[in-house]
């Protein structure tokens, strides 16, 4: 069974920092682009990060850039995410997700493997 656990979720003051990780089993991602996404309350899902499977090529959201890096680790089948500079708008469900294809991609019906999410909550 294909799986995506995503970790590193919790409670923190804006301004400080978080690091999401999504593990893989089931299958390698090594060749496979990974994305990290975000919902929150009464909002639609939205584009946070991407990461080309070689790790070569990431595109961050606006609202992001400069604040979150994107990371893949092949050997380890893992995919991060550090934040930094929270704010209380970065509040959201973090998810992770994977292409069958290599090169990345923004629009989250690309993306045919996702985990179930990790709740990320900034104080003001």
């Known amino acids: 069974q294909v799986q995506l656990v995503e970790s590193g979720g919790g409670l923190v003051q804006a301004g400080g920092s978080l690091r999401l990780s999504c593990a893989a089993s089931g299958r390698t991602f090594s060749s496979s682009a990974m994305g990290w996404f975000r919902q929150a309350p009464g909002k639609e899902r939205e584009f946070v990060a991407t990461?080309?499977?070689?790790?070569?090529?990431?595109t961050y959201a606006d609202s992001v850039k400069g604040r979150f890096t994107i990371s893949r680790d092949n050997r380890k089948d893992t995919v991060s995410l550090q934040m930094d500079s929270l704010k209380p708008e970065d509040t959201a469900v973090y998810y992770c997700?994977?292409?069958?294809?290599?090169?990345?991609?923004?629009?989250?019906?690309?993306?045919?493997?996702w985990g179930q999410g990790t709740q990320v909550t900034v104080s003001s």
């Open positions: 997700a994977a292409r069958d294809f290599g090169v990345t991609s923004t629009m989250a019906r690309s993306y045919a493997y």
């Open positions: 990461i080309s499977w070689s790790g070569t090529t990431t």
